[in-house]
C-alpha cells in the first residue's frame, strides 16, 4: 500500500471547510469533512451562540451537585481533554473505576463511552452530571441552578430562542461544544497530504510503514481518526484476574477483578471484557492508557502489544505476537507522536462565567 496519497484523494479529504452559517469551525488537513458535516445532527446544529453556551457549561463546576466539579475537570484542554491520571476525582473525593478519555475528534463517534452506552453526544452529555461518582447532580438540580442565573437566561435566549433552560438543550448546548474539539493537521498530515519536506521525521515514515503492515494496528486504528468504533478484548489487567470460580462453573459473574467492559450493554459474552477502540490522535498527550489507567506510556503500550495482550476466555482473535525488533518499537512511537495536530490548541476555560 503506498504510503502517500494520490492528489485527487487530498483534494476529496484536506481540502479546509470555506463558509458555514453559524461558524462551524475549519476542518483541518487530514479530515474527511463530508463525514464531519453528516455528523451534526439536524435537530441540533452548530452555531455560535450554542458553541459558546456550551463551552460555559463544560467548564462552569455549578452544574455539579456541590459546585466543585466541571465537565472541564476531568477533560482539560492542556492535556488534550483528558486529565492525566489514572482515574479522575470525583465529587467527594470519590474515584469513578474507568480513566477519563480524551474527548478529541468524538464528533465522528457513533458510540461513546468504554461501553457504548450512549448513542450520541447529547445523550453522553448528561450522564456524568448525573453519574454519583462524577459530578453526582440531578437534571432538575441543574435547571433549578442555571434558571436562576440571568446571565444563563440569556445565552439560552441566543442558543435556543427561548430562555428556558431545559436538560435537552444543555445536551445540545454540551454535544455542539465538544464536535469543535477537532484535531489533525499533525505532521503525518502534512506528510500524507503533500506538506513541506520533512514535516516527518524518518522514524516516524518507518513507524507509519510499521503500523499499517507488521504492527497490525490497522485492523482496529483504522480511517483519518484511527478508530473502527468498535469494541475489542485485548486483555487489559487480565493477569490479575481470579477465574478459579468462573473455571469451574463457568458462569460470567464469577469472574473477579475485570471491568464487563460492552458486555454490561449487551450480555453477548463475547463482549465480556470489551472496551471502545479510542481515536489515536493525539495519543502522545493523553497518557495514562487504557479503561483503566493501567498503562503509563507509549512504550509500555507498544510493548503489551508486541507480546499479544494478555491470554483470557475472551481475546480478541485479532490480538496476537507481533515480534517487533526494539527499532521497530522506536519508530512506532515516533509514528504516534508524529499525530499530534492542531485545530483545537486555542481553546482555554472561560475567563468568567454568567452571573
Not at 129 to 150: A, C, D, Y
Not at 200 to 219: D, E, N, P, Q, W
Request: one cysteine or more; charged letters at 20%; a positive charge.
Amino acid at each position: 500500500m503506498p504510503i502517500r496519497l494520490t492528489f485527487l484523494s487530498v483534494l476529496l479529504v484536506a481540502l479546509p471547510i470555506a463558509v458555514y452559517s453559524g461558524g462551524i469551525p475549519r476542518v483541518p488537513l487530514g479530515h474527511d469533512e463530508i463525514r464531519y458535516l453528516n455528523s451534526i445532527p439536524k435537530d441540533n446544529p452548530l452555531t455560535q451562540t450554542k458553541i459558546a453556551l456550551g463551552k460555559l457549561l463544560f467548564f462552569d463546576k455549578r452544574l455539579s451537585r456541590d459546585g466543585s466539579i466541571a465537565c472541564g475537570s476531568c477533560h482539560q484542554p492542556h492535556r488534550a481533554f483528558t486529565d492525566g491520571h489514572v482515574l479522575p476525582t470525583g465529587i467527594d473525593g470519590q474515584t469513578p473505576k474507568r480513566n477519563a478519555p480524551t474527548l478529541i475528534n468524538r464528533a465522528y463517534g457513533t458510540a461513546y463511552f468504554y461501553d457504548g452506552r450512549a448513542a450520541s453526544l447529547e445523550e453522553q452529555a448528561l450522564i456524568p452530571i448525573q453519574s454519583p461518582s462524577e459530578m453526582g447532580n440531578t437534571l432538575e438540580h441543574v435547571v433549578s441552578t442555571l434558571s436562576v442565573i440571568s446571565g444563563y437566561r440569556a445565552h439560552f435566549k441566543a442558543a435556543f430562542g427561548d430562555s428556558t433552560i431545559t436538560p435537552d438543550h444543555i445536551a445540545k448546548a454540551l454535544a455542539a461544544f465538544e464536535r469543535t474539539l477537532i484535531s489533525g493537521e499533525s505532521p503525518y498530515d502534512l506528510f500524507e497530504y503533500g506538506g513541506p519536506k520533512g514535516a516527518m521525521s524518518k522514524s516516524a515514515i518507518r513507524g507509519l510503514r510499521l503500523f499499517r503492515t507488521k504492527a497490525r494496528c490497522t485492523l482496529c486504528h483504522m480511517g483519518f481518526n484511527y478508530t473502527d468504533e468498535d469494541f475489542h478484548n485485548i486483555g487489559t489487567s487480565w493477569d490479575r484476574a481470579d477465574l478459579s470460580t468462573y473455571e469451574k462453573t463457568g458462569n460470567l459473574k464469577d469472574i473477579k477483578g475485570i471491568d464487563p467492559g460492552r458486555y454490561a450493554q449487551t450480555k453477548k459474552p463475547e463482549h465480556f471484557g470489551a472496551m471502545k477502540t479510542p481515536t489515536l490522535r493525539e495519543v502522545a498527550r493523553t497518557a495514562p492508557y487504557m479503561h483503566n489507567g493501567s498503562i503509563k506510556t507509549l512504550q509500555e503500550i507498544i510493548e503489551f502489544y508486541d507480546k499479544g495482550g494478555t491470554p483470557n476466555p475472551f481475546l480478541d482473535e485479532l490480538i496476537t505476537p507481533l515480534n517487533l525488533t526494539d527499532a521497530e518499537k522506536q519508530d512506532l512511537i515516533a509514528f504516534l507522536k508524529a499525530l499530534n495536530g492542531i485545530n483545537w490548541l486555542h481553546i482555554e476555560p472561560p475567563f468568567k462565567f454568567p452571573k
